[in-house]
């Protein structure tokens, strides 16, 4: 099966390996989907363009489009990213919107032990849960500050620190900790006739 993942940017596609190799193990047995991450280095289209980039997709070959976006700064909650999204793709029982709440850093936080290291600053993590860090200082800005702030010689990058964090990080975690995620997730092995994680 493949399975088009519509995302914002790079840092979404270092996800791609972790995400592939969880959901495989999650399969078993199960046939595995190929994932085709296309990332638009910001914001992924609206509106009747959203509608055109699914069409083309499912027209060459996907058998599901998935888009991925940041909650932070379009869009107002959760539900009002995947509420627009269905408006703008009517009608079309392939396509599912989904959202890292509020940005996809959130579901970095569940590592945070792993992140103060690479950081060089202890401190402690920005709230219980991942997914309500947000105001006008989403998680990717919050990291960025830690970074800064810390030994670390460099500022947080996001494709660069994404990718050591997920290093040989257990997906499962970040999955408990963050309910948007878990539906993200979900959402392929359902496609994949796997079993949803409850």
């Not at 399969?27 to 055109?52: N, Q, V």
């Not at 489009?65 to 793709?89: C, E, G, H, Q």
């Not at 792993?114 to 006008?136: D, R």
């Amino acid at each position: 099966m493949n399975i088009t993942i519509l995302c914002e940017g790079r840092t979404e596609r270092v996800f791609k390996e972790t995400l592939k190799k969880f959901v495989d193990a999650q399969l078993g047995d199960l046939p595995k989907p190929r994932l085709h991450f296309i990332s638009y280095d910001g914001a992924i289209p609206t509106g009747e363009k959203l509608k055109r980039v699914v069409e083309i997709s499912l027209e060459t070959g996907a058998m599901a489009v998935i888009a991925l976006t940041d909650v932070y700064p379009m869009f107002i909650s959760a539900a009002d990213a995947k509420k627009r999204m269905i408006n703008w793709v009517p009608r079309q029982p392939k396509f599912y919107p989904h959202v890292a709440l509020y940005d996809f850093e959130a579901w970095l936080l569940p590592y945070w032990e792993k992140i103060t290291q690479l950081a060089g600053k202890e401190a402690n993590p920005f709230a219980a849960n991942p997914e309500t860090v947000n105001g006008k200082k989403p998680p990717a800005h919050r990291l960025k500050a830690l970074f800064e702030t810390g030994k670390s010689r460099d500022s947080y990058s996001k494709p660069r620190d994404a990718g050591r964090i997920l290093r040989s990080a257990d997906l499962m975690v970040a999955i408990t900790a963050c309910p948007e995620l878990k539906a993200f997730v979900n959402t392929i092995l359902k496609l994949c006739d796997g079993t949803e994680i409850k």
